[in-house]
Each structure stands twice: as structure tokens, then as C-alpha cells.
């Protein structure tokens, strides 16, 4: 994934089906039914097909005591270069350093022959993008309850230096009972110095900071995790993300000029106008902080919901 100029670049328009990696034009064989460690000391069945993204597929399997995980698997013929083993090396560095309720855990790395493998805490509801498919856009109380655990996860990574780089909804799962997951740690950046700025161009179309794009002498930091907040908040309540276009250029230039509109029939509240409003600032020292964002009328004036019913994976729950 990421934008890599260098390196075949991948642009995905959140809407539209991701572009295959050059490395993925010939799918790889499927991994062995019994999945095993090269010591032999843990095996996993391989009980499901979940998804598959950039570099990766990611299987339901079953462990020794019966419980269900995800096992995201990568195929050692696309770590041929330097350059993807550092990148996989460093998701795993950072997924693994990561404990927290609204993050996909982390639990065993392994390889055999042919693959490199992640256990993860298994998320059977799919992702928030799955489920705006469905239900088309949130209501404001569902997207309190989605966001306050977003922003819960992203300041739990930003208190240790980690910088996501791709939260869209893709990327937040769901539990069963309806928690938000945040996931796929595969453009994450660890800020070893304070002050450090981060120069790769990379992220989603759709969900990239203007920083990203447009400020590359100075690079970018935690703020894009803030514009991707800022999205994500538009597109839960408005049901399609603020700067989508058919093309991806179109999208930048939309970026460029903070060009996005609340359409009248969507009854956005002016608390939520504000709020997206505050936080797409372009400069990215100007925009709120993740304290300020849940301070906001937008919060605080409305009610957060304590649990979402499953039954709003298809349909606008019942609060009552
Ligand atoms: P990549 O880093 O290659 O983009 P992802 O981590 O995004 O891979 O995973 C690809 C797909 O696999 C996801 O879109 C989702 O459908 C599925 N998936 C990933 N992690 C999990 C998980 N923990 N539980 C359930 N499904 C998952």
C-alpha cells in the first residue's frame, strides 16, 4: 500500500476496489490447511478467507484451544526487496508494541517456508466501511459512540509516538459487540525523535492530510491523523467521503482547496458542520487536538450512546 513513487505506486479511491501491487498479479498458492511454525510448536487451521489488501490475505483460523483469530499472511516472494522486508518489519514492530481495547491486538509472528505470519485478534463484523455499505450513512449518536473510540485509540498511539497514516473506515473493524478496532498497521510511522517530520507520501486518496501532498520540504506528523479524524467524521454522517471525485488528481486538487460541501438533504447538525469544519484546517499546526475534538459541542451537547446494538448493521437502532 502507500503512494511510493518509487516503488509502483498504489493509489486507492476509498470507493473504488483497490488497484493490485504489481507483486499480486499472480495470486500466491493458498497457505497449507494446517498452518505451523517452523519449531512446530503452534498450529493454527485455516477454517476461512477474510479479505486481502496490499500485500497481504488474511484468513480465519482456529488455534489449539479452539478459539478463532485472524492470521494475516505474507507471502516471502513479495520480500524479495530490502524495502518491503523494512516495511514489514516495522508494521510488525509497531503492531506488536500496541495494547489497547480499540486496537486489533497483535498476538504471535511466525514464518515457514513460504509465508511470514500475524495472528490478530479476530473481527467477525467486518469494517465500518462494510457496514456504511449497508446502512449509507450513521446516525449522530452511532457516530459519537464510533468516533469516541477512534479518537480513544488514536491518542493511545500517539502517546506512544505512533503515527497510523491510513484510519479510513476500511481500517476501523468491528467486534462483535460493535467496538471499533483500529487495524492494518502497514504505513504506521514510530516518531523516535521529538520534532521528527515524516517525509514518505503515503495514505488513501480520499483520507490524505493537504500536508502529505503539499508540504513535502517540511514533511508531516500526528496532524494527519487529525484530517483523517476530520474525514472520517464527515463521511460517517454524510455517507461518502468530503473530497471524492472519480479521479485521484481531482481529489488532491479538491484537498488543496479544502473544497467540500454538506449536501442540505443529509440534516448534517451545525455542531457536526463545526466540528469537521475546526478540523480540516490545512494548516496542521491550527488544526484541534484529539482533548479539543472531544471537548467540541458535538460531544458534549448530544447523546453518546453506551453500546451499539448488532442489529445496526442494518438498520438505524433503536436507542430506547
Ligand atoms: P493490508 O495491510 O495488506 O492492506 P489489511 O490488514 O488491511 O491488509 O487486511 C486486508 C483485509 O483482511 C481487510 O480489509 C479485512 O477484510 C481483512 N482483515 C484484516 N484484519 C482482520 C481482522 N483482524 N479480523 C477480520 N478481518 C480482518
Known amino acids: 500500500k502507500g503512494m511510493d513513487p ?34 512446530g510448536r503452534m498450529h493454527f487451521n485455516r477454517v476461512g478467507f477474510l479479505g486481502e489488501g496490499g500485500f497481504a490475505r488474511v484468513y480465519e483460523v482456529q488455534d489449539q484451544k479452539g478459539s478463532h483469530l485472524a492470521c494475516k499472511v505474507v507471502t516471502k516472494s513479495a520480500l524479495k526487496t530490502k524495502k518491503a522486508k523494512t516495511k514489514l518489519y516495522a508494521e510488525i514492530k509497531i503492531h506488536r508494541s500496541l495494547d489497547h481495547p480499540n486496537i ?82 502497514g504505513l504506521a510511522a514510530l516518531i523516535e525523535n521529538p520534532g521528527e517530520r515524516k517525509k514518505t507520501i503515503c495514505g488513501t486518496p480520499n483520507y490524505i492530510a493537504p500536508e502529505v501532498l503539499f508540504d513535502t520540504a517540511n514533511g508531516h506528523s500526528f496532524e494527519v491523523d487529525i484530517w483523517s479524524i476530520g474525514v472520517i467524521l464527515y463521511t460517517l454522517v454524510v455517507g461518502r467521503p468530503p473530497f471524492q471525485t472519480k479521479e485521484v488528481k481531482d481529489i488532491y486538487q479538491r484537498i488543496r482547496d479544502n473544497k467540500y ?33 472531544v471537548d467540541h459541542t458535538f460531544f458534549t451537547q448530544g447523546p453518546v450512546p453506551s453500546y451499539i446494538p448488532t442489529s445496526a448493521h442494518d438498520g438505524v437502532p433503536d436507542f430506547k
Open 6 to 39: 518509487g516503488a509502483g505506486a498504489q493509489q486507492k479511491a476509498s470507493s473504488s476496489p483497490p488497484l493490485p501491487r504489481q507483486n499480486t498479479k499472480t495470486r500466491p498458492p493458498s497457505p497449507p490447511k494446517v498452518i505451523s511454525d517452523k519449531s
Open 104 to 185: 486489533v491486538t497483535f498476538l504471535e509472528c511466525f514464518e515457514d517456508e513460504e509465508n511470514v505470519y500475524m495472528t490478530l485478534e479476530l473481527c467477525p463484523s467486518g469494517s465500518l466501511m462494510d457496514m456504511l455499505r449497508r446502512r449509507r450513512r450513521f446516525t449522530e449518536p452511532e457516530t459519537r459512540f464510533f468516533m469516541v473510540q477512534l479518537i480513544g485509540a488514536c491518542h493511545y498511539m500517539h502517546a506512544h509516538q505512533v503515527i497510523h497514516r491510513d484510519l479510513k473506515l476500511g481500517n476501523l473493524f468491528l467486534d462483535a459487540n460493535m467496538n471499533v478496532k483500529v487495524g492494518d498497521f
Open 261 to 293: 460541501e454538506f449536501p442540505a438533504d443529509r440534516r448534517v447538525s451545525s455542531a457536526c458542520q463545526l466540528l469537521v469544519q475546526a478540523v480540516l484546517t490545512p494548516n496542521p499546526a491550527e488544526r484541534p487536538t484529539l482533548h479539543e475534538i
